[in-house]
């Protein structure tokens, strides 16, 4: 009984994580077509991209000494909830500045939402399904990738983008209402203080200083794999640009080039979930940001419509691999009541990095041909993939791999 109660959670968690991911990308679609539409650039659109790391940061500072004492279940809730109230509301104005101001209030939501999930899932999943659970979230994850962009570029041949942002906002309201019927687990040991919002701050950074001195190299090596994606967000600050000014797309043509982005995720997903158990984690985060990289690498390069659909096929079906590994990762190597803590405060890291590779990417993009910015961004990529490759045999993950299957850490909750 137990057993089928568990996993009717983990049914309404993933069909939660769906939804909420096919809303993700009707809204990433229509907010950009918003933009574009409103008179705007590459370096316009790539300012959305610098919201969301300054409201990282910003979150980070402040909710990084608290977020493993919230009650995870409410605060998921509450803020599924209010996220979908502030997409909604982008639909009373298309003015610059007032949709740059409710898209930071949405990451600051996200931010917030995001360690709190992992946290959730390391709760909640044993650890001899964890991994297997990741590869799962991964498959839903393209689900909503390949029929959210199918669903926003219908939506946007019958209407405005302003009816995908609505329908994205419906989504998300079914999303948080989906996790009212999951266990509110907590972590015991984890009390509620009365110390000063200065003295919490101040014993979180002894924390992280101590953390640090004893765990560098999972430190050095969480960043490098971090610094893949954030250099995968400057080029995508600049790839609707690229597609449409240098490879002459057409709306359509773009739309389908997501679409097959979307289908090379659910493909990468589907046969990640089949071999996930067969993987190591190592393996799985070097294959796959090594084929993450290559994708990157055909798409800037292309000069039509079918060899950057390749590209993009590539890219996001590298996604499934390295998402699963990396998450897996962090499941693995965090303290289970630190690390809501320790996913902020390096976070702020990361965002301070994205920031300034956005601004950068996006105002190269002014001054130098576009294809010339993402291949330099991309030759980037390519050292920092070799430090992955460098720094996980050093870091010898495997066996702290099998170290922790070994535990008994959250064997059955």
């Not at 740059?100 to 995001?114: A, D, G, K, L, R």
């Not at 097959?260 to 158990?277: H, K, P």
């Not at 691999?321 to 289970?336: C, D, M, S």
Request: charged share 15%.
């Amino acid at each position: 009984m137990k057993t089928n109660k568990k996993d009717i959670e983990i049914f309404y968690l993933l069909t939660s994580v769906g939804l909420a991911n096919v809303g993700e990308w009707i809204y990433f679609i229509a907010l950009n077509m918003m933009i574009l539409n409103q008179g705007g650039n590459a370096f316009t659109v790539g300012l959305l991209y610098v919201i969301r790391p300054i409201a990282d940061i910003l979150t980070s500072m402040i909710s990084s000494p608290y977020i493993d004492r919230l009650s995870k279940k409410k605060w998921m809730i509450s803020l599924s909830l209010l996220r979908a109230s502030l997409v909604g509301m982008l639909v009373l104005s298309q003015n610059l500045v007032y949709i740059y101001v409710i898209v930071f209030f949405i990451q600051v939501c996200i931010s917030i939402y995001e360690p709190l999930s992992i946290s959730y899932i390391t709760l909640a999943i044993p650890k001899k399904k964890i991994k297997k659970f990741n590869s799962w979230n991964s498959l839903v994850s393209s689900g909503g990738f390949l029929i959210g962009p199918g669903i926003a570029g219908f939506l946007l041949s019958i209407g405005t983008p302003l009816l995908a942002i609505l329908i994205n906002s419906i989504a998300l309201l079914g999303s948080g209402f989906l996790l009212f019927f999951l266990t509110d687990y907590t972590i015991p040991e984890m009390t509620t203080n009365k110390n000063s919002i200065l003295e919490e701050s101040r014993a979180a950074v002894r924390y992280l200083k101590e953390y640090y001195k004893t765990n560098r190299m999972i430190v050095f090596f969480y960043l490098l794999v971090s610094s893949l994606f954030i250099l995968a967000a400057g080029l995508d600050s600049v790839e609707a640009a690229f597609s449409k000014q240098v490879l002459l797309m057409s709306d359509g043509q773009y739309g389908l080039l997501v679409s097959i982005s979307g289908a090379g995720f659910l493909i990468g997903s589907i046969l990640n979930s089949l071999v996930v158990e067969r993987l190591s984690i190592r393996q799985l985060i070097i294959f796959g940001g090594f084929t993450y990289i290559m994708g990157y690498l055909i798409f800037s390069t292309s000069s039509n419509f079918e060899v950057a659909s390749i590209g993009f096929f590539l890219i996001s079906f590298a996604l499934a691999y390295i998402n699963t590994g990396f998450r897996t990762f962090i499941q693995l190597v965090f303290p289970l009541n630190k690390i809501g803590q320790l996913t902020t405060a390096l976070n702020i890291l990361n965002s301070l990095f994205e920031m300034i590779i956005v601004l950068t990417v996006s105002g190269l993009s002014m001054l130098i041909p576009l294809r010339i910015t993402l291949i330099l961004t991309e030759l980037l990529m390519v050292v920092i993939f070799l430090s992955i490759v460098q720094y996980s045999r050093k870091l010898k993950i495997n066996q702290l791999e099998n170290s922790w299957k070994d535990s008994g850490l959250v064997d059955e909750l």
